[in-house]
């Protein structure tokens, strides 16, 4: 983390402040300014490969691209560091009168262009860090009388210490505008995968909170949502979900939804258009300022990947821009191959593949107009293909709640999946991915309807080609279905020369029927003839046609015989060798899809799909889920990430796995499906086995490496989830919401009720967690090594969990903030999630608690009442 | 308003009734039969004939009851009236344009009445000259063209299609349509696609369209280069091909309901079958033959669709809720052509539509789903000749898609479940099956289903061979593909063993009258062949270890029909005669049947003697089947799995010229009618403009 201070003269300050238009030139420098040895270069040369990638040859354009590169994130910067100036500038102001006190050893600060002028007394700076947030407040209160304090805030905050856990924190906890003015600025400077993790807090807190930390977001939110479609669309449903407890009245007026609006209304364009209109002015101040070695903080704050990744997009863009201007100039369809050479590589791939294509011109004549529209004339569908993309999706999770039967419910959702695909490609991507891509078709034959009792959540598959940026990358050209057969529609025209006896010997021979399969794609045959009994291979001789010809013939050859045993015992074998599936339950249609392994799933849509040749071809999987509120669920999924970073920070082998949310609106949204498992009650509804018992079938005998591996998985991942259980209070654990993957993890799933919600109240699930005997069996039984080691894994873990348990309760508690969950119903829920983490206990007395919980979850009644309540009322085993 | 329009349409009537009055237009008619050229009194006769309303009776009457020699008087006129006509389709006047559509036809129609034993060439002659025929039709072809592809009236469209199928079918036989040579020229194949591919012209003219191309791809076909069948092959344009999937969906959907309408009217309950019974007593069926209005035009469609354009099989598994044409003609379909993916947002007509039909009980369906329906109504009455027909191109079609890799792929996905309720022939010796028990099953279950239907049910006197050679060639090409691939495929094999077996005892039972029509052995020799594909490859596609073993139960149990056979096969084999070489091929097929029969025959016999049993229940049978497996050799076949792909030429040429024969019949027939009603619909046109 760059930690600079830079010193700048209260008259340069002033300068800074005089003459705006000044500042955005100064601001250049700061781009090139090499805040810090390590990062300063860094940042240049990183820009660099970037442009040079997408314009591997042309030289004269890579000029042209590379000035565009600085000008780019140097407005950007500039606009940005200009609000923020004045803004902070304001502040300081006021601030002032107090401040005055800097003496010979103050240096002064500079904070996105603008300097906090504290004191750094020599105090003691354990205090701050050692201080939790209740001190903390003291010190704001205390501040105005005593600057050395926030002096040292500010030494805390430009400490490599200070991360952006503790910047949300501060921005929470800080009643000061200076400091919150300050941290606003310093969220610049953090990676943007960083402050993505606290999205949902930032926007509670500008949300529900004073105008001043409102104040201090914005201008963040604001740049983000200028930069990224995605970014835009998560705040703008982010924003929309969690001011949805307002009240009616205030919410229309509130400033969420004003953001929201704001965001929606697609104002926030990158600004690109100012860009090229300032490109003609190089700034000719920048120089001069670099030599002095004066730098805007923000940059010099900036950890070098930033910077790397901002310049990136923006040269993307420009060079988008650029390609797609010349495309109007000219005919589409004669400028493909220009544009190979100056689009990026996998544009360039893309199109090739669409030339190869039958229908590739018309195609790219389509493609080409859209990039059109997107770039240069209309910027306001940025947002559109995307959310309307979701809005059908969620569409069809209604009208599926409408329909009684999961079959009903399953065909429907492939036929309407059939249509979308018509839509596809498009400029559309699956937010819950880890990378950009465009989606380019939905297996839609694959969606399957999930267990909800009155909801419709389903699970789709989708396929995506992966790109450098969705939002600028070209959207693949769409390969219509049948494309591995078009190369033989005209085989069956008429055919005048060949006879019907040619004809049907050239149809029925053996070798022929590669010159069938030729259409098919190169696995197919591959494939195809793999399969191809051994026998048929002996037995064909080519000399036969058909087998009352080859039996006449045959006469005088020697006849081959097998033995019925034979094919009995190879289809009892071959049966037998598949790997366990489930059986086709209408009433429960995920269970076979989940089942299969997704390596398989993958090999096998990829196999079928008419895109599945393409190098970045991926597979993705998505729940959609309508209906239901998400908050909850990502409020969990935000604790889990927290605990299983500490986890592995403190290296503490507990497994549990977070699955992504993307909450769309206070009653929609998408889920990331864990693959490669299902759930113990599909487990032991299929199987009719113990878990125990399972776990031999899947895995093999006691001793294997394999069911030894597995057992570990087990008991890792129960002891993680068993804490997750017993911090978070997650309840409604019945079989249906506990999953067990192929290597035997288990992953809990649906935290509809966690903290102080449980369903209906009934007083079930009394119990720290959920352990029940079958699960202590698969764990070898209560005397087990594996046992102990299960309730060692929970001590260790809870102590690393404590250790850390501000960036838990942090969490949960800005969410809070407004919020009418259920899960936060009640005034105690932050306190008994505290409480939770015993802090006052020794690690011998936690030792002896783990035991206590252990036993009493062992021996609770009322988990296995619960089972079987649930059985009795949802027939979940 | 409509109140007086009506009555001035009354009066108007009743006064052209009367004797003495001539329509102008008529006037105008009989100057054009008259030698003088028409426009030497009045110069501007033909803009007048065509803002006249047109007599297509009398004109046409008029063309029917010229004899050789005044045609060659009037031909000049008739020349010039054709020219004038095709001049008048550019107008901008769309009344002009709506006449001199009409004209047209009446033209075509009239010389062809008349002519129906002139050749071609002075049919063309006379309508247009020899000279400027090529140069009239370019244009005639270019203004319809134009009209179809532009966005003027939808009725005008229509007109304009009217036209083009009352061209296409004014000769019985359309090879011999010469002025068709000029279609194939100035091709209108794109205009065509381009009303199938709009969501509101398909609607509209959608059936027509997919007739006319039906009808235009079957212009001599056989004999020379087809235009229209070289450009259907490699359309592949997915909203296209889904349009024309659509409309053929359509026309199936509405037929099947029609039909279940009528079933359910006459299952009113007992009392009214048995009114019905005694109705139909005296009446000969004559609403039962209404339903036996198939629609040999659209199938005929389908079958060139599936048949020429191998895109096309991936419309027939495009799923969408079935929809109800009544309430919603003009059904919602998936993207319409003219919005550019992504640009527009992706759920503009689909995703948001409120249309989109919500009703619970619909069942989501499919064209192949539709068509195995229609099928199934079809094949249950193949004693017409019409039902015959369509119940054999049914077959074809099938045939088709079994021989398609693609469609065999999602005939056997095991993600695409769906409940086919085809229907079942009421028989005596069985009840009619309930028709929701269907279970929800991969689709090629249902073309199985289909295909055992048609066994069992028509094995009577008027033995329909050709349909029963198709239907085991059906069968095989699907349990070809299975072992290709290794489906595994949960069906109830056992039912479909004892239908084929059952159809061996027919054979055998009524040989001496069938041998008098047909090749028997050719069927018996397929029959076994399948049995031969199960013995042999069964490892490879049968779902579990146990149905290998009721295979063989089940020919252990009907051992007598195999032995028959097999006494009847080599009888005929030694016997010289017309029949000696099928009947040893079926000899030959018969050997691991036979080995399997004797190996296990005194197996049981032993078992049964051993444990003092009398009759062996199931369970004991398949016990000794599977303790004595080790002991039977087989003998390997070859080609079991090879099968002669479809090819239309030469062998269903024959065919397929009497339908496209009957087929143009028929639409002449309802195209005329509907020209006629076209009137009113031009009566509605002429008040708006």
């Known amino acids: 983390m760059g930690d600079t201070e830079l010193e700048l003269s209260p008259a340069r300050l002033e300068e800074l402040q005089k003459s705006p238009s000044t500042s955005s030139t100064s601001s250049t420098s700061s781009l090139s300014l ?128 200070f991360d952006i856990s503790m910047a949300i924190s501060y921005l929470y906890n800080s009643k000061e505008p200076g400091v919150q003015a300050y941290i606003g600025n310093r969220l610049f400077s953090f990676r943007n995968e960083e402050v993505d993790f606290y999205l949902p807090q930032l926007l509670n807190m500008y949300i529900h909170m004073d105008e001043d930390v409102g104040d201090a977001i914005k201008p963040y939110v604001v740049h983000r949502c200028r930069q990224s479609i995605n970014f835009s669309l998560q705040c703008a449903w982010l924003l929309g979900a969690y001011s949805s407890d307002m009240h009616i009245s205030t919410q229309r007026y509130s400033r969420g939804t004003k953001l929201r609006k704001l965001i929606l209304s697609d104002e926030l364009k990158p600004s690109s258009q100012r860009i090229r209109r300032e490109v003609p002015q190089p700034p000719p101040s920048c120089p001069p300022l670099l030599h002095h070695g004066q730098g805007m903080s923000e940059h010099s704050l900036s950890p070098s990947k930033r910077t790397h990744q901002r310049s990136k997009s923006d ?21 493909t191959s220009q544009d190979e050479d100056l689009s ?16 590739g011109n018309q195609y790219i004549n389509k493609n080409c107009d859209k990039l059109v529209s997107y770039h240069c004339k209309s910027v306001p569908v940025r947002l559109t293909p995307q959310r309307e993309f979701i809005k059908s999706l969620m569409g069809i999770g209604k009208r599926l709640a409408t329909l009684p039967t999961k079959e009903q419910k399953t065909q429907r959702l492939i036929s309407e999946l059939s249509l979308l695909n018509h839509k596809l490609p498009a400029r559309v991507w699956l937010p819950t991915a880890a990378f950009d891509h465009h989606v380019v078709r939905v297996p839609h034959t694959q969606a399957v309807v999930l267990n909800s009792k009155d909801k419709a959540p389903y699970l789709i598959y989708v396929e995506v080609l992966e790109c450098e940026n969705f939002e600028t990358s070209s959207v693949p050209v769409r390969i219509p279905e049948t494309r591995i057969r078009s190369t033989r529609s005209v085989e069956n025209l008429p055919d005048c020369g060949i006879t019907p006896d040619q004809r049907a010997s050239s149809f029925s021979t053996v070798p022929n029927y590669d010159n069938d399969d030729e259409a098919w794609s190169v696995d197919d045959i591959g494939e195809l003839q793999v399969e191809l009994p051994e026998i048929h291979t002996n037995s064909c001789d ?58 398989e799933k993958v090999r096998r849509i990829r196999e079928g799909s008419p895109y599945g040749h393409l190098p970045n071809w991926r597979l993705l999987s998505v729940i959609v889920k309508c209906g239901d509120d998400l908050r909850q669920e990502l409020l969990a999924y935000q604790v889990l990430k927290q605990l299983q970073i500490i986890w592995e920070q403190e290296r503490v082998p507990l497994w549990i796995k977070p699955y992504k949310i993307l909450v769309i609106s206070s009653d929609s949204g998408m889920i990331e499906p864990v693959v490669n498992a299902v759930s113990i009650h599909q487990v032991k509804k299929q199987s009719q086995l113990l878990l125990l018992d399972y776990f031999r079938q899947e895995h093999g005998n006691y001793t294997t490496e394999e069911f030894l591996t597995a057992q570990r998985n087990f008991v890792q991942s129960c002891a993680g989830y068993c804490l997750i259980c017993y911090l978070l209070q997650v309840k409604d654990r019945h079989n249906g919401n506990i999953l067990l993957d192929s290597e035997g993890h288990i992953i809990h799933i649906d935290f509809g009720f966690i903290l102080s919600s449980s369903p209906r109240n009934l007083g079930f699930e009394t119990s720290a967690f959920k352990l029940t005997s079958e699960f202590v069996d698969v764990m070898g039984g209560l005397d087990g090594d594996m046992f102990n080691y299960y309730k060692m894994l929970m001590l260790q873990g809870l102590i690393a969990a404590r250790k850390h348990m501000e960036k838990v309760i942090q969490i949960v508690e800005i969410m809070q903030q407004g919020s009418q969950l259920p899960c936060f119903h009640g005034s105690s829920t932050i306190r008994n999630l505290k409480e939770r983490f015993h802090m006052n206990l020794t690690e011998e007395q936690l030792q002896v608690l783990v035991e206590q919980m252990v036993d009493a979850s062992m021996r609770s009644i009322t988990t296995k009442l619960y089972d079987g309540f649930q059985y009795l009322t949802n027939g979940i085993m | 308003m409509a109140q007086t329009e009506k009555k001035t349409g009354l009066l108007r009537r009743t006064s052209s009734s009367k004797k003495p009055l001539k329509e102008k237009v008529v006037l105008m008619y009989e100057e054009i039969f008259a030698k003088e050229d028409p426009t030497k009194n009045n110069p501007r006769f033909w803009d007048e004939l065509f803002l006249m309303k047109v007599n297509l009776e009398y004109l046409e009457g008029k063309l029917e009851s010229l004899d050789g020699d005044e045609v060659m008087r009037v031909k000049d006129n008739i020349n010039s009236l054709f020219h004038h006509c095709v001049q008048a389709l550019s107008e901008e006047h769309q ?44 244009e005639l072809m270019e203004s319809l063209d134009s009209l179809l592809c532009g966005d003027g009236s939808e009725s005008l469209k229509s007109l304009c299609l009217k036209l083009l199928l009352c061209l296409v079918t004014v000769t019985d036989n359309i090879s011999q349509n010469t002025i068709l040579e000029y279609v194939m020229i100035n091709s209108i194949f794109e205009a065509i696609l381009q ?77 009214s079958t048995l009114t019905s019974m005694v109705g139909s007593m005296f009446i000969a069926d004559a609403d039962e033959k209404l339903s036996v209005q198939t629609n040999e035009a659209i199938l005929l469609a389908l079958y060139e669709a599936v048949h020429l354009n191998r895109n096309f099989i991936t419309v027939l598994a495009q799923s969408h809720p079935e929809i109800d044409m009544s309430a919603t003609p003009a059904a919602p379909v998936p993207a319409s052509p003219t919005t550019p993916l992504g640009t527009t947002p992706p759920s503009l007509d689909m995703m948001n539509n409120p249309e989109l039909p919500l009703d619970p009980n619909l069942q989501t369906s499919n064209l192949l789903i539709t068509f195995l329906k229609y099928s199934s109504i079809i094949m249950q009455d193949t004693k017409d000749e019409h039902r015959l027909n369509s119940a054999r191109l049914c077959l074809i079609i099938l045939t088709c898609i079994a021989e398609d890799q693609y469609a065999d792929a999602f005939l056997h996905d095991d993600n695409m479940n769906f409940r086919v309720n085809l229907h079942r022939m009421p028989m005596r010796h069985r009840k009619k099956a309930a028709d929701k028990n269907v279970p929800s099953r991969p689709l090629v279950c249902a073309v199985l289903d289909l295909m055992v239907e048609f066994i069992v049910t028509h094995m009577m006197k008027e033995f329909p061979m050709d349909l029963y050679v198709r239907c085991i060639q059906i069968i095989h090409k699907l349990i070809c593909y299975q072992k290709k691939c290794r489906v595994r495929l949960h069906y109830t094999w056992r039912d479909f063993w004892s239908a084929l077996i ?14 008098a029509k047909h090749n028997i052995f050719q069927l018996a020799l397929q029959v076994v062949n399948l049995f031969n594909m199960f013995i042999t490859y069964g490892d490879t596609f049968l779902p579990t270890p146990s149905s290998y073993d009721e295979l063989y139960y089940e020919i252990i149990r009907m051992h007598q029909v195999f032995d028959n056979l097999y006494c009847m096969v080599l009888r005929v084999s030694t016997n010289a005669g017309q029949w000696k070489e099928p009947a040893s091929k079926v000899t030959h097929a018969l050997v691991n049947v036979r080995a399997i029969i004797n190996h296990f025959n005194p197996k049981i016999e032993s078992y049964a003697a051993v444990n003092h049993i009398s009759q062996l229940s199931e369970d004991q049978v398949l016990e000794v089947v599977r303790s004595n497996y080790d002991t039977l050799t087989l003998k390997l076949q070859d080609g079991l799995d090879q099968f002669e792909r479809y090819s239309e030429q030469p062998r269903e040429a024959g065919f397929f010229k009497e339908l496209v024969r009957s087929i143009s019949l028929n639409v002449r027939k309802n195209v005329s009618l509907s020209t006629m009603s076209q009137d009113l619909l031009l009566k509605e046109f002429s008040s708006i403009s």
């Open chain 1, 34 to 161: 090499p805040s810090s040895p390590s990062s300063g270069p860094r940042a240049l040369t990183s820009s660099s490969p970037s442009t040079s990638e997408g314009l591997p040859t042309s030289s004269p354009t890579l000029d042209v691209i590379s000035e565009g590169v600085g000008e780019l994130s140097l407005v950007i910067d500039t606009e940005v560091a200009k609000k923020a100036c004045q803004e902070v500038l304001q502040k300081v102001k006021f601030l002032k009168p107090d401040g005055e006190v800097s003496s010979a050893t103050s240096e002064p600060v500079l904070v996105n262009g603008t300097a906090h002028p504290e004191s750094t007394n020599g105090g003691k700076p354990p205090k701050i860090t050692t201080e939790e947030a209740e001190p903390v407040k003291s010190v704001r209160r205390r501040q105005k009388n005593n600057s050395s304090k926030q002096s040292w805030l500010l030494r805390l905050f430009e400490s490599k210490l």
């Open chain 2, 95 to 138: 009344i002009k344009v709506v006449n001199a559509l009409q004209t047209l036809c009446a033209l075509f129609r009239g010389v062809h009445q008349k002519n129906k034993s002139a050749t071609g060439f002075d049919i063309i002659n006379m309508l247009m000259g020899f000279d400027k025929a090529e140069l009239r039709m370019k």
């Open chain 1, 315 to 335: 040269a993307t863009v420009s060079i988008s821009l650029s390609s797609n201007l010349k495309r109007t100039a000219s005919n589409p369809k004669v400028e």
């Open chain 1, 344 to 359: 990026s590589s996998s544009d360039s791939l893309e199109l090739e593949a669409g030339t190869t294509n039958c229908a």
């Open chain 2, 195 to 271: 009303i199938l591919s709009d969501v509101s012209s398909r609607s509209q003219h959608g059936y027509d369209s997919v007739v006319l191309l039906a009808l235009l791809v079957n212009y001599r076909k056989y004999e020379s280069v087809n235009p229209y069948i070289v450009k259907l092959s490699i359309v592949d344009d997915e909203p296209t091909l889904d349009g024309m999937g659509m409309v053929i969906h359509h026309a199936l959907t509405d037929y099947n309901r029609q039909y279940k309408d009528k079933e359910e009217e006459n299952q009113g309950g007992f009392f």
């Open chain 2, 502 to 515: 059952n159809l061996l005892k027919f054979l055998l039972s009524n040989e001496t009258i069938l041998l």
């Open chain 1, 542 to 599: 080519n000399i036969s046609q058909f087998s009352v010809d080859s039996i006449t013939s045959q006469e005088s050859k020697e006849p081959i015989f097998i033995a019925a045993g034979d094919i009995r015992r190879r289809l009892s074998e071959q049966l037998a060798h598949t790997p366990t599936t489930f059986r086709k339950d209408p009433e429960d249609p995920s269970a076979v899809a989940l089942k299969e392994p997704w390596e």
